[in-house]
């Protein structure tokens, strides 16, 4: 069966500490990979998504990149953290053709910037 | 662009039904999503609709109208573990398939 794995679930840091935010997935192959953020009590934005080893698409301008070096592998990082970059992040997936079934999240991270 | 309106939050008692609408508007439109997702927790896929019409899953039920831009999901039966946060998704193909979130219904079962 499938699993994806996202770590670490909190984490606290500084502003302007850097960010490395990773997820995997198990028993799968070629996936398409996301990663999303939710501010407190609000939906889920589209920050970075990813069809291969190496081919990332942002969604939104901002101080975050994301890197994918293994087919199951994807990276969420930040060279300086921002307060507004506090927030439930989200990693997810999914597979070309699955069209009648949806995503499968992570448990998620929860990222505090102080 | 993409849009989606939900209702904030919604409250009911436990064994009634309740009914929590969705309107869009997108462009490249797949089909539409519902998914549930508890405090502090992950989203879990409940259900989707790619025509229109009804989608029956045990007590979860969801309907789309392609030409409204409408859908809701229809819950019956409630029970206290429904009380959580339910998203519209639509999926929509601007040069790739991904899903665009609505900002959510909280729902609040109560005795």
């Known amino acids: 069966s499938q699993t994806i794995h996202q770590w670490p679930a909190t984490l606290v840091q500084p502003v302007g500490s850097p960010l490395s935010l990773e997820c995997t997935v198990e028993g799968t192959s070629n996936p398409n990979l996301y990663w999303y953020r939710q501010a407190a009590g609000r939906g889920l934005q589209l920050l970075f998504y990813s069809i291969g080893i190496d081919q990332i698409s942002s969604e939104v301008p901002q101080n975050l990149s994301a890197s994918r070096p293994q087919d199951r592998q994807f990276i969420l990082s930040s060279k300086k953290l921002l307060l507004s970059d506090s927030g439930f992040y989200l990693c997810?997936?999914?597979?070309?053709?699955?069209?009648?079934?949806?995503?499968?999240f992570g448990s998620g991270t929860r990222l505090t910037v102080v | 662009g993409q849009s989606l309106e939900q209702p904030s939050e919604v409250t009911a008692v436990e064994g009634a039904i309740v009914q929590m609408n969705c309107t869009y508007q997108?462009?490249?439109?797949?089909?539409l999503s519902w998914y549930q997702q508890h405090d502090g927790g992950a989203p879990t896929f409940l259900s989707y609709n790619a025509l229109d019409g009804l989608e029956e899953t045990g007590r979860f039920s969801s309907f789309l109208s392609r030409s409204d831009s409408y859908g809701y999901l229809l819950l019956q039966e409630l029970q206290m573990k429904d009380s959580a946060s339910y998203f519209c998704a639509v999926k929509v193909n601007t040069g790739f398939q991904k899903l665009v979130f609505g900002t959510g219904t909280r729902l609040l079962v109560s005795p």
């Open positions: 997108t462009s490249g439109f797949y089909g």
């Open positions: 997810a997936w999914s597979v070309m053709g699955r069209t009648g079934f949806g995503y499968t």
